[in-house]
């Protein structure tokens, strides 16, 4: 089985201006060491009206984490007022971005094949998607949550190469531990990835399964990171409210230091 490395990614979501993204990223270099970043690839997903600036700080301060982006469209250019175009990101070097967040498959109606769609686009303009998915709580009540997943992960990577699907990040991120402060057990969060992994060995083979990264999302904290990234089949985390501060951030970065 090959070395999958660790990949932590900040999801700021809909928060800081420029100049908070600006300090935000410069203070997380203070916090974070050489061997982190040997360690663990790190991410950063600011707000699109950010990401110039956080680019620029990144390659004039040589900061080594990768730029990331929240979403995109999957037209690479037109009449599509208020949208940004994949390759747009891409001249900015933005590394990776985020496609079907559950809050973009629930308050803005993206359906699988929209999120299939950017997937495309965002594997066609040579960044890696990392791609959402997870259920509701009441979903997993009603013993769906395997089949919910399973189902967003056929639907949204249909028509994907298995050579693509291996270098791309999955996210299972339970909606019912998203902002919540309710993490998913770190037991239940290993035993989901270990279905998406199972479903992606199913579809696209061994290669695209062993190389796959998943990662983790819902209320990621310090406290919580150990455990959960020390699961076979968790690669990482996608952390919206613990990113906003660089102290808590780096603190999950550095996980390995941390007594489970
Ligand atoms: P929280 O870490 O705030 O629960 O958000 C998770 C998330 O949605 C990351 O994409």
């Given at each position: 089985?090959?070395?999958?490395?660790?990949?932590?990614?900040?999801?700021?979501?809909?928060?800081?201006?420029?100049f908070?993204a600006l300090?935000?990223?410069?203070e997380l270099?203070?916090?974070?060491s050489r061997d982190?970043?040997d360690?663990v690839d790190?991410?950063?997903?600011?707000?699109?009206t950010?990401i110039?600036?956080?680019?620029?700080?990144?390659?004039?301060?040589?900061?080594?984490?990768?730029?990331?982006?929240?979403n995109c469209?999957?037209?690479s250019?037109?009449?599509f007022?208020?949208?940004?175009a994949?390759?747009?990101?891409?001249k900015?070097?933005?590394?990776?971005?985020?496609v079907?967040?559950?809050?973009?498959?629930?308050?803005?109606?993206?359906?699988?094949e929209i999120?299939?769609?950017?997937?495309?686009?965002?594997?066609?303009?040579?960044?890696?998607?990392?791609?959402?998915?997870g259920?509701?709580?009441?979903e997993r009540?009603?013993?769906?949550?395997?089949?919910?997943?399973?189902t967003?992960i056929?639907?949204s990577l249909?028509?994907?190469?298995?050579?693509?699907?291996?270098s791309?990040v999955?996210?299972y991120?339970?909606?019912?531990a998203?902002?919540t402060g309710?993490?998913?057990?770190?037991e239940?969060a290993?035993?989901?990835?270990a279905?998406?992994?199972?479903v992606?060995?199913d579809?696209?083979g061994d290669t695209a399964?062993d190389?796959?990264r998943?990662?983790?999302?819902?209320?990621?904290?310090?406290v919580?990171?150990?455990?959960l990234?020390t699961?076979?089949?968790i690669?990482?985390?996608?952390?919206?409210?613990a990113?906003?501060e660089?102290a808590?951030?780096?603190r999950?970065v550095?996980y390995?230091l941390?007594?489970l």
């Amino acid at each position: 089985m090959s070395e999958r490395r660790p990949l932590i990614s900040g999801n700021w979501k809909m928060n800081l201006n420029h100049f908070e993204a600006l300090r935000l990223v410069q203070e997380l270099s203070y916090e974070i060491s050489r061997d982190d970043v040997d360690a663990v690839d790190i991410s950063v997903h600011p707000p699109f009206t950010d990401i110039r600036t956080v680019q620029t700080t990144l390659e004039t301060d040589r900061i080594p984490f990768f730029l990331g982006a929240q979403n995109c469209h999957h037209e690479s250019s037109g009449a599509f007022t208020g949208e940004v175009a994949p390759s747009m990101l891409a001249k900015l070097n933005v590394a990776y971005v985020i496609v079907g967040h559950s809050e973009r498959r629930e308050l803005f109606g993206e359906t699988d094949e929209i999120v299939n769609a950017k997937v495309k686009a965002v594997l066609g303009a040579e960044m890696t998607p990392i791609l959402c998915v997870g259920e509701t709580l009441e979903e997993r009540e009603a013993g769906e949550a395997e089949s919910k997943v399973e189902t967003q992960i056929r639907g949204s990577l249909a028509r994907v190469k298995a050579e693509d699907v291996a270098s791309l990040v999955i996210a299972y991120e339970p909606i019912w531990a998203i902002g919540t402060g309710r993490t998913a057990s770190a037991e239940d969060a290993q035993a989901m990835c270990a279905t998406v992994r199972a479903v992606v060995r199913d579809k696209w083979g061994d290669t695209a399964a062993d190389e796959v990264r998943i990662q983790y999302g819902g209320s990621v904290k310090p406290v919580n990171a150990a455990e959960l990234m020390t699961q076979p089949d968790i690669d990482g985390a996608l952390v919206g409210g613990a990113s906003l501060e660089a102290a808590s951030f780096a603190r999950i970065v550095q996980y390995r230091l941390h007594d489970l």
